[in-house]
């Protein structure tokens, strides 16, 4: 069983750029389809981005297309989400999730890590 590790969130001005990580331990990233949620105050869980085992495939949610990038490096086992151009609605929870197909991991994936708390202020 793959265990997952975020960080990187913190506080930011409106317009700033962050950086999280997400780290695996367990169990090899390379075979596990990797993706990013989010969840606000009051708010549900919703899906961020995802990238396929080899990183050939990503998927954004239409509210962070163009300002959002995920990115992977198998070799540290690292998944990487670089947010640019941050908006106060941007706030919430970033949790780190791991599936074996790209459908599952951008719906249910079975693996999460603990979340790390991205606040943008206006």
């Known amino acids: 069983q793959v265990q997952l590790v975020e960080s990187g969130g913190g506080l930011v001005e409106a317009g700033g750029s962050l950086r999280l990580s997400c780290a695996a331990s367990?169990?090899?990233?390379?075979?596990?389809?990797m993706g990013w949620f989010r969840q606000a105050p009051g708010k549900e869980r919703e899906f961020v981005a995802a990238?396929?085992?080899?990183?050939?495939?990503?998927y954004y949610a239409d509210s962070v297309k163009g300002r959002f990038t995920i990115s992977r490096r198998n070799a540290n086992d690292t998944v990487y989400l670089q947010m640019n151009s941050l908006k106060p609605e941007d706030t919430a929870v970033y949790y780190c999730?791991?599936?074996?197909?790209?459908?599952?991991?951008?719906?249910?994936?079975?693996?999460w890590g603990q979340g790390t708390q991205v606040t943008v202020s206006s």
């Open positions: 999730a791991a599936g074996r197909t790209i459908v599952v991991v951008r719906t249910t994936p079975p693996y």
């Open positions: 990238i396929s085992w080899g990183g050939f495939g990503t």
């Open positions: 367990g169990r090899s990233l390379s075979t596990y389809n």
